[in-house]
T-cell receptor, first 116, second 114 residues
Framework: EAQVTQNPRYLITVTGKKLTVTCSQNMNHEYMSWYRQDPGLGLRQIYYSMNVEVTDKGDVPEGYKVSRKEKRNFPLILESPSPNQTSLYFC???????????????FGPGTRLLVL | AQSVAQPEDQVNVAEGNPLTVKCTYSVSGNPYLFWYVQYPNRGLQFLLKYITGDNLVKGSYGFEAEFNKSQTSFHLKKPSALVSDSALYFCAVRDILGTYKYIFGTGTRLKVLA
């Protein structure tokens, strides 16, 4: 089954304790993104990647890191989490065929993070 | 800078009535426009998109949207609402002249009343 998986689905942590949220897709997609969803703010793009070793900032990259060493994986790293990073996080992927079917993003189920 | 506005936090409609969820956008060039839906405790699902061509776009579950360049709008519509359409709807835009940056609206909660 074609899917985007994220782990963990729920995470409670404390301020300053480094964490990684994993994202993996099995559709051989080139493009991947991370978003955070907050009430009243909608979804905001954190980082995106257009291919292996190619990443760029979205609208809210501060406090986050990403890496894309393999095509299928795009982990999100919070090196020193703070309470304002408490949010619902989504990973998404697309084939990136500009202007065609590849523009459709497939979203993971989400990771709910609470930073105390 | 790109932006998307969904002016209504919530839209209530009776089952069987037509529904409209509004979206306006601002981009520097020509846009790619999207609608996604989020059911409770789920990820987002693609509904439809406008890339080029016909201004009326048909999508999943009987939804459609009309691209209006002069009004910079991309309103989501359905002729007859179902209770199962109740969900959170997001409009999104990508500037085709730009990068892979996506801008999402703040979302509109649709409530279809039986």
């Amino acid at each position: 089954e074609a899917q985007v998986t994220q782990n963990p689905r729920y995470l409670i942590t404390v301020t300053g304790k480094k964490l990684t949220v994993t994202c993996s897709q099995n559709m051989n997609h080139e493009y991947m993104s991370w978003y955070r969803q907050d009430p009243g703010l909608g979804l905001r793009q954190i980082y995106y990647s257009m291919n292996v070793e190619v990443t760029d900032k979205g609208d809210v990259p501060e406090g986050y890191k990403v890496s894309r060493k393999e095509k299928r994986n795009f982990p999100l790293i919070l090196e020193s989490p703070s309470p304002n990073q408490t949010s619902l996080y989504f990973c998404a992927s697309s084939s990136g065929l500009a202007g065609g079917p590849g523009e459709t993003q497939y979203f993971g189920p989400g990771t709910r993070l609470l930073v105390l | 800078a790109q932006s998307v506005a969904q002016p209504e936090d919530q839209v209530n409609v009776a089952e069987g009535n037509p529904l409209t969820v509004k979206c306006t956008y601002s981009v520097s060039g020509n846009p790619y426009l999207f609608w996604y839906v989020q059911y409770p405790n789920r990820g987002l699902q693609f509904l439809l998109k406008y890339i080029t061509g016909d201004n009326l776009v048909k999508g999943s579950y009987g939804f459609e949207a009309e691209f209006n360049k002069s009004q910079t709008s991309f309103h989501l519509k359905k002729p007859s609402a179902l209770v199962s359409d109740s969900a959170l709807y997001f409009c999104a835009v990508r500037d085709i002249l730009g990068t892979y940056k996506y801008i999402f609206g703040t979302g509109t909660r649709l409530k279809v009343l039986a």
